[in-house]
C-alpha cells in the first residue's frame, strides 16, 4: 500500500513564510477549519493543490489571511465589561495616576481589529474624563491584519456596525458621512493604529490598560502562557489586563496577577514601587 502524503506539515510551514502568519503558534484544528473554508471556496480538495495555488496568488494569500486572523468585533463588545470599565477600572486609573502625578493614561488594545474596540475604549475615557482637560489619553491599537487596521484607521462605519453604540454616543462622537459615520477626529487622534504581531513583534511598555480580548483563544497553550507574562512586563504597577468573556489566565501569570473582576476577566498588576518603565517611552 502506498501511504498518501499528509501536506498539511508542509502547508503550515508555507503560510508562515509567504503568507506571514505565525501558524506555528496556532492551534492545529483551528488552521485546518480555516484553511478549509478557503479550500471549500474554491472547490479545492487537497492540501498540495491549494499550497500550489497559494504559491502563484497573492490574491489568495490575501483571502487566507483574513479568514485565518477571524476579525468578528463590534462597538462595546460585551457591555458589561465596559460598564466595569467605566464605574471601577477608569476611576481607580485616574486616582493612581493622581497620586504618581502623571497625567497621561496608556491603554493598549491588542488585537484591535477594524477599530471598535479602541474607539469604545476612546470614547469611554471621554466619558469618565469629561471636562477634565488636564488627562491626556493614549490609546495604542495594534493587530496584524492590515485591511482590518485601514479600515480601523479611517473610523467610517454603517449605521448596522453602530448597532450597541447608545444614540447620545453616536450624535456626539460620530459625524454623518452620507449613509455612514464617522468617528470624529478629536477621538481618532486619540489613537494610534500599527501592524504588531503579538507573536513576535515587540511589545509596549508603561502600560496602564491592555484589552486583549478574543484574541488569543487559537493561540497555543504555551503561546498564552509568555504572552501573558509579556504583557506583567508591559503594564504599570496597577495596570490592568482585560481578556476576552471566555478566556482565563494560565501558567506562571495565574501567580503574578491579581483578580480585579472574575466575571469579566478583569487582571490587575499589583501595585508596587515604580519600575523603571513607569514613566511613558515613546513608541
Ligand atoms: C475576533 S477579533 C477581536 C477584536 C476585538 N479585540 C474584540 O474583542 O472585539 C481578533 C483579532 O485578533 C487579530 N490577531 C490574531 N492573531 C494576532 C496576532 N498574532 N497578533 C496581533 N493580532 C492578532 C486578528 O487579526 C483579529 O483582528
Known sequence: MIATQDYFPLLRKKIKEI?????EYYEEKHLRRRVAIRM????ISSYREYLRLLERSEDERRKLMKVLTVNVTEFFRN???????????FPELIRMKENTGSRVLRLWSAGCASGEEPYSLAILAKEVLGKREDFRVRIMATDIDNESLNKAKRGVYSRRELTGVRRDYIKKYFERMGESY????????MVTFERRDLISDRKYRAIDMILCRNVIIYFSKELKERLFLDFYESLNPGGFLVLGKTENLSGEARKKFKIYNNVERIY????????????PRRY
Open 79 to 89: 457591555p458589561e465589561t465596559y460598564d466595569v470599565l467605566r464605574r471601577d477600572v
Open 40 to 43: 471549500r471556496a474554491l472547490d
Open 182 to 189: 464617522r468617528i470624529i477626529e478629536e477621538l481618532r487622534e
Open 268 to 279: 490587575r498588576k499589583e501595585a508596587g514601587p515604580p519600575s523603571p518603565h513607569t514613566f
Open 19 to 23: 503568507v506571514n502568519f505565525n501558524s
